[in-house]
């Protein structure tokens, strides 16, 4: 059962943050804002930060730019999203849309969901989001994987797909729309309350 449960409906409203995250592409993003919306709460994604960074308007091209400048690939410019995300977690009231979120919110957030979408199923949709072809869609997601493990490591000595371990719920949306997505994830946050 996740933390939030046994917390009066009033304090829930109140206090409730939820973290959202997965491998590049698997759709966080959008879940996370569709839930927020779902549920009445605020939304804040940490990825937009590290891709302004990068000059492109394709989201895996701008991230890969990103990590590839001296500021994106910084220590200091990751503590400082560590920073944020943490500020914004106190807050509370809260879905949270971040790469490292489980790790770094465990103690703060009620509810962790790391959607564990495979690597082609990812590909493709980046393909339909970017409106790039599938070989390149694929080759950018994996060297946007590749990159952000080596470097997290780096940077905080673990890998961040462990974090698939320690989430409250693994979701699988390989074949779900966005609605039927955020539902499941819906039901298990109104069925751990």
């Known amino acids: 059962m996740a933390k939030g ?27 996370a804002k569709e839930v927020a919306k779902r549920l009445r709460l605020k ?14 308007k394709k989201e895996s091209k701008a991230a890969l730019e990103a990590w590839k400048t001296k500021e994106g690939s910084s220590k200091k410019f990751h503590n400082e999203s560590d920073r944020l995300q943490v500020e914004e977690a106190k807050k509370g ?3 949270i849309c971040s790469k490292l979120g489980i790790h770094f ?8 969901v790391w959607l564990d979408v495979p690597l082609r199923v990812r590909a493709e949709r980046a393909a339909g989001r970017d409106k790039i072809n599938m070989k390149r869609a694929m080759e950018e997601i ?7 493990r080596e470097q997290w490591k780096r940077i905080y000595g673990f890998d961040y797909f462990y974090q698939k371990k320690i989430a409250d719920f693994v979701l699988d949306s390989s074949n779900l729309t966005l609605k039927q997505t955020v539902d499941k994830i819906i039901k298990f946050i109104k069925s751990s309350q």
Do not use: C
């Open 43 to 56: 939304y804040f994604v940490l990825g937009k930060r590290e891709k302004k960074l990068g000059k492109s």
């Open 105 to 112: 919110l465990k103690d703060l957030s009620d509810y962790k």
């Open 5 to 31: 449960a046994g917390k009066n409906k009033k304090e829930d409203r109140r206090k409730t943050v939820v973290v959202i995250s997965g491998p590049p592409g698997a759709g966080s993003t959008s879940v």
């Open 142 to 148: 994996r060297e946007r994987e590749r990159i952000e």
């Open 93 to 95: 009231n809260i879905v």
